[in-house]
């Protein structure tokens, strides 16, 4: 199947459905961009999304595919293929982050924060570059626990701290056809993992004494894809919480 879509430059998402991932989709929709939406299980999500990413004018195809299989990988390019318009920008952004202590971590823990968070990038790169023969750009979502010793989140924070430095070296390797960056947030969103009393509790803790707003980051990913002379460099956007 080809699906009739106006030859707007292509933006791929992955975990676009919801949450951080949406807020990405919803800027490059505003940009003027058509949306491969990517997501796994939340299949509401992703038609809500869809529409409206398409109310703001925009055109976007929903894909479910999971990236911890790399013939899904294949797949979902597959379908972005048919949507006729060149690729330009990648958002890796679909994730896993589970409370598993270093003690406490089994195999199939630490393999499927791995395959999703670390190995799924690189092959969603891979084969990005490939079409990006006229130019592109790629940007990783890591997380500002990257660079702190999170052991509550022990293969969630290895992946994302290897995650940056696959940036660097894909920023090299694909230059200067493809720019690669990445974004680490900060606090934005409570997770199930976390009590309201914890997360005020982190939020105090904060140099700007707040969660980041989900337009903050989307403006923060439009500044990597607007700035051309940026690649290999990890932008963090945290509220000071790196300070700490």
């Not at 989709?25 to 939406?37: D, I, P, T």
């Not at 299949?43 to 409206?52: G, I, L, R």
């Not at 006729?84 to 195999?107: G, Q």
């Not at 924060?113 to 990038?121: E, F, G, I, M, V």
Request: glycine share 6%; charged share 20%.
């Amino acid at each position: 199947m080809v699906y009739n879509l106006s030859m707007s430059n292509l933006a791929l998402v992955t975990g676009g459905a919801h949450r951080v991932g949406k807020a990405f989709a919803l800027r490059l929709a505003r940009m003027g961009y058509a949306v491969a939406l990517h997501y796994r299980g939340s299949v509401s999500e992703a038609e809500k999304t869809a529409k409206e990413i398409r109310a703001l004018g925009a055109d976007c195809l929903p894909i479910r595919a999971d990236l911890t299989n790399p013939k899904k990988v294949d797949f979902l390019f597959s379908i972005a293929d048919q949507m006729n318009a060149p690729l330009k920008v990648v958002v890796n952004s679909a994730a896993i982050m589970e409370v598993v202590s270093p003690r406490d971590a089994e195999l199939c823990q630490w393999d499927a924060a791995l395959d999703l968070n670390l190995r799924a990038p690189f092959l969603v790169a891979q084969r990005a570059a490939e079409r990006m023969t006229q130019g592109g750009v790629i940007v990783n979502i890591s997380d500002v626990g990257a660079q702190k010793a999170w052991s509550r989140y022990a293969p969630y924070t290895v992946s994302k701290a290897a995650l940056e430095s696959l940036t660097k070296v894909l920023a090299r390797s694909f230059a200067p056809t493809i720019r690669v960056n990445a974004i680490a947030p900060g606090l934005v969103l409570q997770s199930d993992a976390v009590s309201p009393e914890q997360w005020k509790r982190l939020v105090e803790k904060i140099p700007l004494k707040r969660a980041a707003a989900l337009d903050e980051l989307a403006s923060a990913l439009e500044f990597l894809v607007q700035n051309e002379y940026i690649t290999g460099q990890t932008l963090v956007v945290d509220g000071g919480y790196s300070l700490l």
